[in-house]
């Protein structure tokens, strides 16, 4: 099976705070995507990556970085954490080459104070 | 400009009865369709997909239907059980574009006794 983990569940920070939201996955895949989930919005690709420190810009990156160093890990930076990024947020990994299943971590809920 | 709408929030159904879950789309070269499940404080997971050379996919209770010159999918379940209640997004693929998945907003599925 599939693991996608990801390194908090409920995350609290202050607003202008550096937030890292880390991503693990284990079946060698080759893209990695950050989402946000808010209600009535659905999901919202945010950044993603289909090689290594290679990334593209999905529909909403303003105040997003991101950062694949390594193959299996996916990072999502907020340079300075603002209330309005107070969100659900999901990374998943799909393994490319014509397959386009993504699978998803489990999520993390992070509230900016 | 939402391309992947789910116009339902919610639908409630009976227990043992046939529950559909439908999504329009606006952009003509999505060629791959998918739907998955979330449960509440879990990711995603992926349920069942279809090709647009296709109109009609199943998988055990979970058939899946195409038009594409009405743009329309729908996701029918039977028979509905109460482990089905969740929130079930459709999603949408243009299958030259390194895998992104466009997702809709979301429908949430209660089934009762």
């Known amino acids: 099976d599939v693991k996608v983990t990801q390194s908090s569940r409920y995350l609290v920070k202050r607003t202008g705070e550096k937030v890292f939201l880390e991503c693990v996955q284990d079946?060698?895949?080759?893209?990695m995507f950050w989402y946000r989930q808010d209600p009535g919005l659905g999901l919202r690709l945010i950044y993603f990556?289909?090689?290594?420190?290679?990334?593209e810009k999905g529909d909403i990156p303003e105040g997003y970085s991101v950062s694949r160093e390594k193959k299996e890990r996916f990072s999502l930076i907020l340079e300075s954490a603002s209330t309005n990024q107070t969100s659900m947020y999901l990374c998943?990994?799909?393994?490319?080459?014509?397959?386009?299943?993504?699978?998803f971590g489990p999520g993390t809920r992070l509230t900016v104070t | 400009d939402q391309q992947v709408k789910q116009n339902s929030p919610s639908l409630s159904v009976q227990e043992g009865r046939i529950s559909i879950l439908n999504c329009d789309y606006t952009?003509?070269?999505?060629?791959?369709f998918l739907w998955y499940k979330k449960y509440p404080a879990e990711g995603p997971t992926f349920l069942i997909s279809i090709s647009s050379i296709k109109d009609k996919n199943e998988d055990g209770r979970f058939t899946v239907f195409l038009n594409k010159s009405a743009k329309h999918l729908s996701l029918h379940i039977v028979p509905s059980q109460p482990g089905d209640s969740a929130v079930y997004f459709c999603?949408?693929?243009?299958?030259?574009?390194?895998?992104?998945?466009?997702f809709g907003t979301g429908t949430r599925l209660q089934v009762t006794l």
């Open positions: 990556s289909y090689d290594v420190k290679m990334k």
């Open positions: 999603a949408a693929s243009n299958t030259g574009t390194a895998s992104k998945l466009t």
């Open positions: 998943a990994s799909s393994p490319g080459q014509g397959v386009y299943e993504q699978y």
């Open positions: 079946m060698d895949h080759e893209n």
């Open positions: 952009n003509s070269m999505f060629d791959y």
